[in-house]
Every structure is written in structure tokens, then in C-alpha cells.
């Protein structure tokens, strides 16, 4: 993955925004399929393909993408086992498992206001 331009205004923004702890939490976990992928990681190791197979939309080079971030972040760890062919499997860190309670809790959230949704429509 290419490192950010230092002067770039992303890089720019991420310093400035760096100072809050819930924006700062937000860049670690944002993004459309980084909660998908820990939820599923949230069953113990598993392989990129089950990754894959759990989460059918993502393409991937967004699953790389992802799960490279992710990893980058402390928040899942890659182990990469000396075989034949070669296998890797990704699991949740102290940090990402930490943080599974929540995204519970913003699912429970997330159903919460669609049915409220469904209600006032």
C-alpha cells in the first residue's frame, strides 16, 4: 500500500483531526468494510478466502486494501504459515477484540433506527 504524501491534504486533515479520540477511533475503524471484516474475524483465525466468502461485495483489491490497514492499525493480526502453498490466516488483536462489544451495540443500533425508519415513513 502506498505511504500518504506527507503534504497531502489527507495527511493534512488526519494530523489535524488526530487531537479528538472518537475521530481518532473513527480513522481506525471507518470506511464501508473494515466492521464487516471484524465482525467476521470475531470467530477465531480464519483465511482470506473465508474473509472473501463472508462479505460477497468486496472486491478484492479492497479486501487487501482493508485487512492491510486493519493490520497496520493493531487491530488484526496476519500470520503467514511456511507451507506449501502457502497459507495465512487473520485473527483479532487484544484491540480488535476489545472492540466487538461495540459494534454489537451500533448493530443493535442500526436496527433500532430502521425500524424506527419504517414506522415514521
Known amino acids: 500500500?502506498?505511504?500518504?504524501?506527507?503534504?497531502?491534504?489527507?495527511?493534512h486533515n488526519r494530523k489535524l483531526m488526530a487531537d479528538?479520540?472518537?475521530?481518532?477511533?473513527l480513522q481506525m475503524i471507518g470506511g464501508r468494510w473494515k466492521l464487516l471484516i471484524?465482525?467476521?474475524?470475531?470467530?477465531g483465525p480464519i483465511r482470506?478466502?473465508?474473509?472473501?466468502?463472508?462479505i460477497s461485495q468486496i472486491t478484492e483489491r479492497m479486501l487487501t486494501l482493508q485487512l492491510k490497514e486493519l493490520e497496520q492499525?493493531?487491530?488484526?493480526?496476519?500470520?503467514?504459515?511456511?507451507?506449501?502453498?502457502p497459507k495465512v490466516e487473520y485473527e483479532l488483536t487484544e484491540l480488535g477484540k476489545a472492540?466487538?462489544?461495540?459494534?454489537?451495540?451500533?448493530?443493535?443500533?442500526g436496527s433500532f433506527v430502521r425500524a424506527y425508519h419504517k414506522v415514521t415513513s
Open 1 to 11: 500500500m502506498a505511504k500518504l504524501k506527507e503534504n497531502s491534504t489527507n495527511n
Open 20 to 25: 479528538c479520540d472518537m475521530t481518532y477511533a
Open 38 to 43: 471484524l465482525t467476521s474475524l470475531n470467530k
Open 48 to 54: 482470506y478466502g473465508e474473509i472473501k466468502n463472508s
Open 73 to 85: 492499525d493493531g487491530l488484526i493480526i496476519r500470520t503467514i504459515f511456511p507451507e506449501v502453498p
Open 99 to 109: 472492540l466487538i462489544p461495540i459494534v454489537k451495540d451500533l448493530s443493535a443500533w
